[in-house]
């Protein structure tokens, strides 16, 4: 069974006469794997997201998450999102900590195994090379070190489905780079699924074992790729002409879905 299955799903905002963000929108993601969602702006990414997550209920259609239908907010699922939005007055580390104080079924665990969860995230900070930073304060440290905390902080309560949506968007394209080590990283060790939105379509090629393509609004799946790059990937392969030529397609397939918009 996958770990998320989207059935034809619609989901309208403001009303019957709203807009229609997705129609018959079909997703299956498998436990483990890494999906990447492209498409053209306004297509329902971010809408797919939410209605995952259970921010959002369809108005038609099947939403389920380790094989129960989606009715309200999923505890199973980490989120990060493009602004780090950490609390300037928390040190790094009572930041990534904050979701286990808020989320009560969490708080109890926290307040018995306070070490226990500071250790972990610290382990987390030094997983994504921010060992020793726990300390400082967010306004302390750069728009990719945050956002390298920000990751910590989705991975704290050991989520078994990370959802990312365009968290890189912000960043240089070096720092940028540098993140998707790190996510590819953390993928491999981490043991989560992971679902990117994201307009990088070298990014989505980089990480992912399968890549969506939607269409402009009302947003559905137009395609779905496999990419066949053996892992662990370096940087090195975008180089190769495979992967250009995958990321040319995907190019073009935008480009027509919009065009048909
Ligand atoms: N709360 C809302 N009320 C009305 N319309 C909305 C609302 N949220 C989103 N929409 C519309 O639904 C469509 C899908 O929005 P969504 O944010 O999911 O798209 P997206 O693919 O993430 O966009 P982008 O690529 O620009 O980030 C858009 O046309 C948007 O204008």
Redesign the pocket.
């Known amino acids: 069974m996958p770990l998320v299955s989207i059935s034809n799903v619609d989901m309208r905002?403001?009303g019957p006469q709203?807009?229609l963000?997705v129609s018959g929108l079909d997703m299956a993601i498998e436990r483990g794997e890494f999906v990447a969602v492209v498409?053209p702006?306004?297509?329902?990414?971010?809408?797919?997201m939410k209605l995952v997550t259970g921010l959002h209920i369809p108005q038609a259609g099947v939403v389920t998450v380790a094989g129960d239908r989606v009715t309200k907010p999923v505890s199973i699922v980490g989120m990060a999102f493009q602004n780090p939005t950490m609390l300037p007055w928390r040190t790094t580390l009572d930041n990534i900590l904050l979701p286990l104080e808020i989320v009560e079924r969490h708080r109890h665990r926290l307040r018995a195994n306070k070490k226990e969860y500071v250790a972990k995230a610290e382990a987390l900070l030094e997983t994504v090379g921010l060992k020793g930073f726990g300390d400082k304060f967010p306004w302390q440290l750069s728009g990719g070190m945050q956002q390298r905390a920000n990751l910590c902080r989705a991975l704290i309560h050991e989520p078994e489905l990370l959802m990312l949506d365009?968290p890189f968007g912000a960043l240089d394209a070096f720092t940028r780079e540098e993140l998707w080590c790190v996510i590819r990283d953390l993928h491999a060790s981490q043991d989560v699924t992971i679902v990117l939105?994201t307009?990088d379509l070298r990014e989505s090629v980089f990480l992912a074992d399968t890549v969506y393509v939607m269409s402009a609004?009302p947003?559905r799946v137009v395609a779905e790729h496999r990419v066949p790059f053996a892992r662990p990937r370096d940087l090195s392969i975008m180089y190769e002409p495979a992967f250009n030529e995958m990321v040319q397609k995907l190019h073009g397939e935008i480009a027509t879905a919009r065009a048909v918009a």
Not at 41 to 48: A, Q
């Open positions: 905002y403001g709203g807009t963000a498409g702006s306004g297509c329902g990414k971010s809408t797919l365009e939105v307009h609004r947003g």
